[in-house]
């Protein structure tokens, strides 16, 4: 029989996670035929509510889920992981200052970075969701000098998914029918989603709408979608960026042509090396790979260099911080 594998959560018992973990032991995440074992972990005061949601994962009797851990310590959650997802993270309250939300979640992503170094498998494939996400997703990767910087990857995957819907919404297509979707930077507002080089039936997307509904609307709205949803449902996006994380995982251990994903740069499109940014990539043979040779225009280049001055910014921050 095939060994399971060993999928870790953090933030479990959040809104994200229970969106989340019934589907990675449907077996949505890596496939239908591959058994999983989930290890949640929490923080000491939320472990109960991982029990009970362990409780109902019990309860649907999923032919692939193996076994479920909780643990509220990385250490132990990270044991042997083969796959993290990074769901829990410090929110950002009213009158905190961004310094003091890079600190808190310093204080995560870096004890959590060194456990996935000293106990994870050595295959490990990190995903970070909670935000800041690439910020958290350097933290992480700085704290665990072992393991291969590219295993560890931010989401942008969610902002990749919005921008399909809107575009095909306004052209009235089938998301299906459009390719080469990109997002360029910062998974936060000044993230670029790029239909420059975006083709519906062969043809440039940018070419089949006005300039005023790219820059104006498309732009804002794609950015924007986490906070309307928020003032619509009155709760932020849970099932979505579930949803985002399990096709991020799943394209990265399956392949995938072309997508968008936060991964470390190698310099690529003038993106700073080290910095974990949101790139056209391939996923061939299990590796994350950046798109190459794409013609860069003044409008995107000003938008690319805006959203990664902003993660320079705050890599700087959290360097001044002695987090990294
Ligand atoms: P959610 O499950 O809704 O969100 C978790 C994180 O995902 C937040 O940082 C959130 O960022 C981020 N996120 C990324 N994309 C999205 C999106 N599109 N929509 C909404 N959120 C997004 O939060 P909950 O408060 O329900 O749950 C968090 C859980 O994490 C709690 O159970 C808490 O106990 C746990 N936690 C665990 C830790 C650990 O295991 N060590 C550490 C810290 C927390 P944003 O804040 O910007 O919305």
């Not at 994380?245 to 042509?257: K, L, M, Q």
Request: charged letters at 20%.
């Amino acid at each position: 029989a095939q060994t399971p594998v060993k999928v870790t959560v953090t933030g479990a018992a959040g809104q994200i996670g229970y969106a989340l973990l019934f589907r990675i032991a449907s077996g949505q995440l890596l496939g239908a035929d591959v058994p999983v074992t989930l290890s949640l972990l929490e923080v000491p005061q939320a472990v109960k509510a991982a029990e009970g949601t362990a409780m109902e994962l019990d309860d649907c009797a999923f032919p692939l889920l193996r076994g479920i851990e909780i643990a509220d310590d990385p250490n132990v959650a990270f044991d042997g992981a083969n796959v993290a997802l990074l769901v829990g993270a410090m929110p950002r309250k009213a009158g905190m200052e961004r310094g003091d939300l890079l600190e808190a979640n310093g204080g995560i992503f870096g004890p959590q970075g060194k456990a996935i170094n000293d106990h994870a498998a050595d295959d490990i494939r990190v995903l970070v969701v909670g935000n800041p996400a690439n910020t958290n997703a350097l933290i992480a990767q700085q704290h665990a000098p072992d393991v291969p910087a590219e295993r560890f990857t931010a989401m942008t995957r969610l902002d990749h998914n919005r921008a399909l819907s809107q575009l095909a919404a306004k052209l009235g297509v089938p998301v299906t029918e459009i390719k080469k979707m990109t997002i360029w930077g910062n998974h936060s507002a000044t993230q670029y989603p790029d239909l420059f080089h975006t083709e519906i039936g062969g043809k440039i997307a940018a070419e089949q709408v006005d300039e005023s509904w790219l820059r104006d609307t498309f732009i804002p709205t794609v950015a924007k979608r986490g906070a309307a949803i928020i003032d619509a449902r009155g709760a932020s996006s849970a099932a979505s960026a579930a949803n985002a994380a399990i096709d991020h995982v799943h394209d990265w251990v399956n392949g995938t042509e072309w997508t968008s994903a936060a991964i470390v740069s190698d310099g690529s499109y003038g993106v700073p090396e080290g910095l974990i940014s949101s790139f056209p990539v391939a996923s061939r043979g299990g590796r994350w790979e950046i798109i190459q040779g794409l013609e860069i225009d003044a409008f995107s280049r000003e938008r690319i260099d805006a959203s990664v001055r902003e993660l320079e910014e705050e890599r700087d921050a959290v360097r001044k911080l002695g987090l990294i």
